[in-house]
C-alpha cells in the first residue's frame, strides 16, 4: 500500500496540492515555452504523473488540480492588476511560510503573471473558494460574515468558524 494512502485524507489532499505545484514548477523549467498553457499543461502533466504513483486519490485530483490553477490566476491577476509583491497578495508574514513552498509558487505565478497581461481582457475571475476545496498559503474571507482565515500551509477549507459560511473570497491588499 502506498505510504500516502495511510495518511488522513485532507493531509493527503494537501500533500497532493503540494506535490503537484513542485512537480508542475519542474516540468515547466524543462519547456520550451513558458506561458499560462504551459503552466496548465504543466499541472495536468503533474497530476497524471502522481495518479500513476499512487500519490494523489482519483476521485480528487480534478479538483486539486483545479484548486492549483485557480490560485496561481488568482495570484497572476492580482500582481498584474496592483502591481504589488506576491507578499501583499498572501498577507502573511513570511516567517511562516517554507521558502520553498514560496519559491515554488513564486515561480509559477510569475510565469503566468506575464501570459495574463497578455490576455487581460479574456480572463475570467475565478474568485470563489468554497469549503472542502484545497488552497495554498494566503487569506480568505468568509463572504458571509467577513471572518478572515489564515493559511500558512496548504490546507483544506474549513467552514467559516463564525457563522458556518462556505463561501470565501480571497483577501488581496
Known sequence: MNQKQTLPLDEALSHAYDRISELAQKTLGEKDRQNA??????????????????EIPQEHAEDIAASVLRDLHDAAEHLLMEERDLTDWLRLDLLLIEKKL????????????????????????????????????????????????????????????????TLFQRVKD
Do not use: M, N
Not at 504551459?38 to 495536468?44: N, R
Open 37 to 54: 498553457q504551459a503552466v496548465a499543461d504543466s499541472v495536468h502533466e503533474a497530476k497524471e504523473l502522481l495518479l500513476k504513483t499512487g
Open 102 to 165: 514560496l519559491h515554488r509558487f513564486q515561480t509559477l505565478v510569475d510565469f503566468t503573471k506575464v501570459e495574463l497581461s497578455h490576455l487581460k481582457k479574456t480572463l475570467q475571475r475565478l474568485d470563489e473558494w468554497r469549503t472542502g476545496e484545497i488552497t495554498t498559503i494566503g487569506t480568505l474571507q468568509c463572504k458571509k460574515c467577513g471572518e478572515i482565515l489564515h493559511f500558512h500551509k496548504t490546507g483544506r477549507i474549513p467552514p467559516c468558524p463564525k457563522c458556518k459560511g
